[in-house]
């Protein structure tokens, strides 16, 4: 009676110890995947990020607090054509120039888009990507 109470608990020790085992085996799978992904994705990382040169940016009070986007302006997270874009306007749009910047002879603008969310709606875009800009007088400059 005994011998077989000991042959139930070492089955029932080795059935715990297998599953167990199978468990780890598929975590440690898993987290070779996620660490290979990982990998991959600091290497795009790290080629999008490299800058060659130095970024010398020469903030300006802006002259405008009114402009019109063309349609496919893009809004970039910095004032530069390298930064990572955060949005791409379909459609002509109205915004509020909250700065503005000289990069490279390029004017940027910081603006703010008139949309009902709060994730991307401010960034910069370039004077080549508007059609109008409204000085803070009445008149209109094109």
């Known amino acids: 009676m005994q011998f077989v109470i000991f ?50 940016i020469k903030f300006i009070n802006p002259s405008s607090q009114i402009g019109i986007t063309n349609t496919s302006a893009k809004l970039y997270l910095a004032p530069t054509l390298d930064s990572p874009k955060l949005n ?3 459609i002509k749009m ?25 994730i991307n709606c401010r960034g910069w875009i370039s004077k080549n990507d508007f059609s109008t ?4 007088s009445n008149s209109m400059v094109k």
């Open 94 to 118: 109205e915004v509020k120039i909250l700065d503005s910047a000289l990069v490279d002879n390029l004017l940027w603008f910081y603006v703010n888009l008139p949309i009902d969310s709060d």
């Open 7 to 56: 042959i139930i608990l070492i089955s029932a020790i080795a059935g715990v110890y297998l599953y167990y085992d199978q468990q780890l085996a598929k975590v440690k799978k898993q987290l070779m995947i996620t660490s290979n992904q990982l990998r991959k994705c600091k290497t795009q990382h790290r080629s999008l990020a490299t800058i060659d040169k130095p970024l010398n």
């Open 88 to 90: 791409t306007l379909s």
């Open 133 to 136: 800009i409204f000085p803070n």
